[in-house]
Structure formats: structure tokens, C-alpha cells
């Protein structure tokens, strides 16, 4: 089974440039996570898509969105970048059949690094 | 909020010797535990996990015990390799919130020959 796929792997963009990454989860996964990992604040949870919805967002600001097609593809989106949005993004992907998703492993990716110059 | 804290690293250690690395978390209801490792240019990587207290997860000699009691989740390993040179991450996991993981900052390790 082909694991959580990202691309395009690096990216190097400008401030004030736009931004979308995309995540192709394992097939038969529903649910889709987003993080953002900076070395002066770790992993942190972006939003979580799940049948094509929004089902759960982090602290971040709007700047940060996201969506999943109907084949659980996601995409993310960054408008408006700025130098403190560099980072690694990964997405992971699971199971999650509806109601607990609890006990469902999530599939990591091997991240996006994008550089804001 | 949910918060895991890690000791702090890095850790550098000889290839046989022991490795512990404390992981205590706080939050309300009952969260699965997780530990995950990621190697240089790679995502994560779940090692363990324990889902419920007094359970013991354990992968590849690594081992880690759902401690309720002390709000604990510490990974041991008997004997470290070389190859087991990586950052290590703790995690957990509720099912009110189940798709966000919440992590420590990590513990970079490094094994030396």
C-alpha cells in the first residue's frame, strides 16, 4: 500500500506570495491533518478534514486554510506569506470511520519544506 | 489546553547503554499516548502507542507504559544502536479531538559507536 504522498516536497516563495501544498492520504483514509513544524514551536495541529470537512482547526490564522475533494485528497492553502512561515508542513492521514476515530494510527507524510524569503 | 512535555535533549549516548526519555502530559478526559520518531528529511513515524492506563506499548525493543497515576508515558530502550539515532516526539491523542495530535517538542538523540 502506498504511503501518504506530498508535494511538491520543497518550495521556496517571497513574502506576500500565496502557497497551496498537497496531501494524497492512503487510500481508503478519510481523514486528513495538517501540521506545522518550526523549530521555535515544534508540531503544531493546522486543521483536520474529514469527508470533505472541516472537522477540527488549530490556532492559527486565517491566512491558513484548506480543503479535501471527494477522493480525500487535501490541499492547503497560505495567502499573504510571511518569513515566520517557513517551515516543515506534514500532513497525516487515517482511517477515522464515522464517530471515535480514537484508536486509528495516523500515517505521516514526508512534508512539504516551504521557505519564505 | 492539552500540553506533553519532553525532557529536554539532546541526548547522546554510547551504542549498548540504556536510554530513557521522560514524557509527562497534561489534559482532562482520557488520551491515548504515542511516541513517534523522525529521521533527518523525513515525517514521522509512529513508534508505540498505549491507549488506556497501565498499558504497555513496545516496538523494536522500545517500551513506554500508560502511568495515569503520574501522568506519565517514558520510552526505555535496553540497549540503543546506532541506527537508533533520531528525534523522538510524544504525543497524544483524545477522541473528543481525534484528529489533532498534540506533541512534545521532541528529544534529539544521538548514539555513537
Known amino acids: 500500500k502506498a504511503g501518504v504522498t506530498q508535494t511538491p516536497r520543497y518550495l521556496i516563495k517571497t513574502r506576500g506570495q500565496q502557497v497551496t501544498l498537497s496531501c494524497s492520504p492512503i487510500?481508503?483514509?478519510?481523514?486528513v491533518s495538517w501540521y506545522q513544524q518550526t523549530p521555535g514551536q515544534g508540531l503544531q495541529f493546522l486543521f483536520e478534514?474529514?469527508?470533505?470537512?472541516?472537522?477540527n482547526k488549530g490556532n492559527f490564522p486565517g491566512r491558513f486554510s484548506g480543503r479535501q475533494f471527494s477522493n480525500s485528497r487535501s490541499e492547503m492553502n497560505v495567502s499573504t506569506l510571511e518569513l515566520g512561515d517557513s517551515a516543515l508542513y506534514l500532513c497525516?492521514?487515517?482511517?477515522?470511520?464515522?464517530?471515535?476515530?480514537?484508536?486509528?494510527?495516523?500515517?505521516f507524510g514526508p512534508g512539504t519544506r516551504l521557505t519564505v524569503l | 489546553g492539552d500540553s506533553v512535555t519532553q525532557m529536554e535533549g539532546p541526548v547522546t549516548l554510547s551504542e549498548e547503554a540504556f536510554l530513557t526519555i521522560n514524557c509527562t502530559y497534561t489534559?482532562?478526559?482520557?488520551?491515548?499516548l504515542f511516541w513517534y520518531v523522525q529521521y533527518p528529511g523525513e515525517g514521522l513515524q509512529l513508534l508505540l502507542k498505549?491507549?488506556?492506563?497501565?498499558d504497555k506499548g513496545s516496538n523494536k525493543g522500545f517500551e513506554a507504559t500508560y502511568r495515569k497515576e503520574t501522568t506519565s508515558f517514558h520510552l526505555e530502550k535496553g540497549s540503543v544502536q546506532v541506527s537508533d539515532s533520531a528525534v523522538y516526539f510524544c504525543?497524544?491523542?483524545?477522541?473528543?479531538?481525534?484528529?489533532?495530535?498534540?506533541f512534545g517538542d521532541g528529544t534529539t538523540l544521538t548514539v555513537k559507536p
Open positions: 478534514y474529514f469527508s470533505e470537512t472541516q472537522r
Open positions: 489534559a482532562t478526559g482520557y488520551p491515548s
Open positions: 498505549a491507549t488506556k492506563a497501565d
Open positions: 487510500s481508503g483514509h478519510r481523514s
Open positions: 504525543a497524544l491523542r483524545k477522541n473528543t479531538n481525534a484528529g489533532k495530535s498534540t
Open positions: 497525516a492521514s487515517s482511517l477515522a470511520t464515522s464517530g471515535s476515530s480514537y484508536y486509528n494510527e495516523q500515517f
